[in-house]
């Protein structure tokens, strides 16, 4: 079982910037892609942004230019927001897929709120 801890949420100005971090339990050197979701009030959850052991990142259109997706260790995601808008405003969701391994498996972490103010 790998447990996921986001971290970095808050409330901020349209055009500002917030950083997002998440954190596994364990170091996973298997091969995997850690991604982060949202989730806006009625609306389906979409994935924002997905990155590969190996650095490999893709993003949804919408935050192509704005965000930054990356990691820094076998167990660390960061996610870097600027120029916020208003519609970015969501649950944010830290998500694992672990392909290989005795952790196998696809993991969620509880979230963290994201508030971007017109």
């Known amino acids: 079982q790998v447990q996921l801890v986001e971290s970095g949420g808050g409330l901020v100005q349209a055009g500002g910037s917030l950083r997002l971090s998440c954190t596994a339990s364990?170091?996973?050197?298997?091969?995997?892609?850690m991604g982060w979701y949202r989730q806006a009030p009625g609306k389906q959850r979409e994935l924002v942004a997905a990155?590969?052991?190996?650095?490999?990142a893709n993003y949804v259109d919408s935050v192509k230019g704005r965000f930054a997706v990356s990691r820094d260790s076998a167990k660390n995601m960061n996610l870097q927001m600027s120029s916020l808008k208003p519609e970015d405003t969501a649950v944010y969701y830290c998500?694992?897929?672990?392909?290989?391994?005795?952790?196998?498996?696809?993991?969620w972490g509880q979230g963290t709120q994201v508030t971007v103010s017109s």
């Open positions: 998500n694992v897929r672990i392909v290989t391994g005795v952790s196998r498996g696809e993991y």
């Open positions: 990155i590969t052991n190996i650095g490999t």
């Open positions: 364990i170091n996973i050197f298997s091969f995997n892609v």
